[in-house]
């Protein structure tokens, strides 16, 4: 089964991402990597929306190799009041919430740019709510 990054804005837009391929793109172009700055609030958003299994970051406390693995950010072609790119979170967040609980200040990442994901979204898959998508199961990845 394909891992798919769902994101569903204020609006009600969806924007869905294959992450698997994405994670696989990454791997093979070596895009730069960057020193992400932690919002440990982020973790009370995770909670809130069903993102992280507690579960799932105790193992990957046990695996360094994976947990030290980029996290993928990509950018969404907005800017925020503060100046900075908005952006969406697609894969990675375990790994972000066990640097957030180890105290640390930034994690490694890529941070592409909209035309680096884009050929990644996945359209045709129906729309659903932000409540359909934070009652839906957190799902165990392989790798």
């Known amino acids: 089964m394909k891992n798919i990054y769902t994101f569903v804005g204020d609006d009600g837009e969806n924007i869905?991402?294959?992450?698997?391929?994405?994670r696989i793109w990454c791997e093979?172009?070596?895009?730069?990597?960057?020193?992400?700055p932690l919002k440990y609030e982020l973790l009370i958003d995770f909670e809130r929306d069903n993102v992280i299994s507690m579960e799932r970051v105790y193992e990957l406390s046990m695996d360094i190799k994976k947990s030290l693995e980029p996290i993928i950010m990509v950018k969404d072609g907005t800017i925020a009041k503060n100046g900075y790119p908005n952006a969406m979170l697609v894969d990675g967040?375990?790994?972000?919430?066990?640097?957030?609980?180890?105290?640390?200040?930034?994690?490694?990442?890529?941070?592409?740019?909209?035309?680096?994901?884009?050929?990644?979204?996945?359209?045709?898959?129906?729309?659903?709510?932000?409540?359909?998508?934070?009652?839906?199961?957190?799902?165990?990845?392989?790798?």
């Not at 869905?16 to 994405?22: E, R, T």
């Not at 180890?102 to 050929?119: D, R, S, T």
């Open 16 to 22: 869905h991402i294959d992450s698997d391929a994405l």
């Open 28 to 36: 093979v172009t070596k895009p730069e990597i960057f020193l992400i």
């Open 93 to 143: 967040h375990h790994r972000y919430a066990l640097h957030c609980f180890g105290g640390k200040q930034h994690i490694a990442g890529y941070f592409l740019e909209v035309e680096q994901w884009k050929p990644f979204q996945i359209h045709g898959i129906p729309d659903m709510t932000k409540e359909q998508l934070r009652a839906k199961p957190i799902t165990k990845r392989n790798y």
